[in-house]
Nanobody, 114 residues
Framework: VQLQASGGGLVQAGGSLRLSCAAS????????MGWYRQAPGKQREWVADITRSSNRNYADSVKGRFIISRDNARNTVSLQMNSLKPEDTGNYYCLADIGGMRYWGKGTLVTVSS
């Protein structure tokens, strides 16, 4: 599966962005999809994920501010990011876990200015 993330950009602290991840195949059978991010000079970290039955999990750092969703009809996974903080800055990567194999999309850059 190929994943294409989009929606990144420059936003002021307190603002919002919506990231989308388009998959090259049907996602209804993919059990787990999610988002990771990597800030400059830091390791990639998990942000959120969503199962096929739409169970959602969030990192503590984004809980209450970010919302992950999936649209099986459009083969997309989205990440609504609200109340953005400068520490949310980084490249955001979409992930699909298919039978234990992880597929990554290219990142989309989010920059939050203070």
């Amino acid at each position: 599966v190929q994943l294409q993330a989009s929606g990144g950009g420059l936003v002021q602290a307190g603002g919002s962005l919506r990231l989308s991840c388009a998959a090259s195949q049907f996602i209804f059978s993919i059990n787990l999809m999610g988002w990771y991010r990597q800030a400059p000079g830091k390791q990639r970290e998990w942000v959120a994920d969503i199962t096929r039955s739409s169970n959602r999990n969030y990192a503590d750092s984004v809980k209450g501010r970010f919302i992950i969703s999936r649209d099986n009809a459009r083969n997309t996974v989205s990440l609504q990011m609200n109340s953005l903080k400068p520490e949310d800055t980084g490249n955001y990567y979409c992930l699909a876990d298919i039978g234990g194999m992880r597929y990554w999309g290219k990142g989309t850059l989010v920059t939050v200015s203070s």
